[in-house]
């Protein structure tokens, strides 16, 4: 066993509170930053006359070495260790001699862990706002070709109004859209560098807190000591914007798996996202939308994990919060997998346009324009709300839409009907009508193309 602690201890840890101790199982993850905050602090501390230049030089270059060994496969994380500072620092040592034993001046775990933690919530905050970007390119890209695609609207799951599948992604669009910004707020409320809080009261060492902010890329050093080693507001934050993700990508591939049905068949996903059955040769069925519905779950939970865990815990620092990094792992790593495939599949799947627009029209969803058809000609709306309800009736009872009906059938209805109904209440009319800014009339689905390809491009 390889510790960082001993001298007040007679005899040796139990190997198994040993193992449920440790975490270097999986903290080992975190030796990039952990090396670059180690790098830091050498060069503030040589900086500030703690360290000899000599000293630093050593150090930094020891730290370098052990991280493109790791990086290439040379040197092997051992899980002797109790924990990756453990084993960096008794790497370096065996390295480099006795400055390497200095390292840890004016430091403690806690504020190195605080640190290591929020240089990796920094790090993959980026990787994942890529790729939420990469999505909505793939979702802008749908709706500049499907401004004409007409499609129920739905609410209750019931056939509401026309729409365009350009509108119905731009939803999505927007979605995700604050899903980025979410992550740039955590980023921002973040941005304050722990290290040199030592376990929780500071040190006696000269540090210079804010050289060695600025050397890591931090807005500023935090204010207080207990709170920058307790800190976990900001992974509670990141597995809350995770979750809403993943809230996102689920309700998007429920309407996927629902329009890849038999009854619906508005989509038809490409073979590298789809499986088949073991024993039905007929089926392809939407595995990886169920997937990322199911995975939600596990974002989810995590989530509630570090709530949990951090909800009776008194100042400062308690070993509790070693068991921040598991779920908040598993959370980035599932998000990451979930937005790479959602993606993909999205970029392939091929709309059956013509069933879209068939479904709204059998739908009823252009009933509201018949009433206003109505209502254009002098009809009272609550009359005219009352016709177009017997005309629906009457429809079902012919199993036939509204486009169906001859115009002798709607004059038996109502007299006011004339030969103008019809392109009234035609999938392209009743969209185009819609013109106020964020409905799904082709003028303002364009400006608002328009405004989402300027925000992806400017960037």
Avoid at 256 to 281: C, H, K, L, R
Wanted: proline residues 3%; aromatic residues 8%; charged residues 25%.
């Amino acid at each position: 066993m390889a510790q960082l602690w001993g001298g007040r201890f007679t005899k040796e840890t139990d190997q198994l509170v040993y193992r449920f101790n440790a975490s270097i199982s999986f903290d080992q993850r975190l030796y990039e930053q952990d090396i670059r905050g180690s790098i830091a602090h050498a060069t503030m501390l040589a900086r500030q006359g703690v360290l000899t230049q000599e000293e630093k030089t050593a150090i930094v270059e020891g730290l370098e070495s052990i991280r493109e060994d790791v990086r290439a496969g040379k040197l092997v994380i051992s899980e002797k260790f109790e924990d990756i500072h453990s084993f960096v620092e008794a790497t370096l040592t065996e390295r480099i001699g006795e400055p390497g034993k200095k390292l840890h001046t004016g430091r403690s775990r806690n504020d190195q862990v605080a640190l290591d933690m929020k240089l990796y919530v920094k790090d993959e905050v980026l990787i994942l706002d890529g790729l939420l970007k990469e999505l909505l390119q793939v979702l802008l890209k749908i709706m500049e070709e499907n401004l004409d695609t007409y499609m129920p609207g739905f609410t209750h799951l019931q056939k509401a109004q026309p729409v365009t599948l350009a509108h119905h992604v731009g939803a999505y669009f927007e979605m995700f859209r604050r899903d980025r910004s979410r992550l740039h707020d955590i980023c921002q409320r973040m941005d304050t560098c722990p290290l040199g809080s030592g376990a929780l009261a500071g040190t006696t060492y000269p540090l210079d807190r804010d050289y060695t902010a600025e050397l890591l890329h931090f807005d500023s050093a935090t204010l207080n000591s207990m709170d920058a080693v307790s800190d976990r507001d900001y992974l509670i934050e990141l597995l809350s914007a995770l979750s809403t993700v993943m809230m996102h990508l689920s309700r998007f591939c429920e309407e996927i798996i629902i329009w890849n049905s038999n009854e619906y068949q508005f989509v038809e996903i490409d073979d590298a996202y789809s499986t088949g059955s073991s024993i039905m040769p007929q089926k392809k069925n939407p595995d990886i939308a169920e997937l990322v519905r199911g995975k939600t779950g596990r974002v989810y939970g995590a989530l509630m994990t570090l709530l949990t865990t951090m909800k009776g815990l008194p100042l400062a620092y308690n070993k509790d919060m070693q068991e921040d990094k598991e779920p908040v792992f598993d959370a980035v790593d599932t998000v990451r997998d979930c937005l790479v495939l959602f993606t993909g599949m999205a970029a392939t799947m091929a709309f059956r346009k013509e069933r879209m627009e068939m479904s709204a029209k059998n739908g009823f969803t252009n009933a509201t324009d018949a009433a206003d058809y109505l209502v254009n000609h002098g009809v009272p709306f609550r009359d005219a709300h009352g016709i177009v309800g017997q005309l629906v009736l009457y429809c079902i009872e012919k199993d036939i839409s509204l486009d169906e009906m001859s115009l002798e059938e709607y004059r038996k209805i109502s007299p006011v009907f004339e030969e103008d109904i019809y392109g009234a209440i035609s999938m392209k009319t009743c969209v185009e009508r819609r013109i106020t800014l964020g409905a799904p009339g082709m003028e303002p689905m364009k400006k608002v193309i328009r405004s989402c390809r300027r925000y992806l491009d400017e960037d």
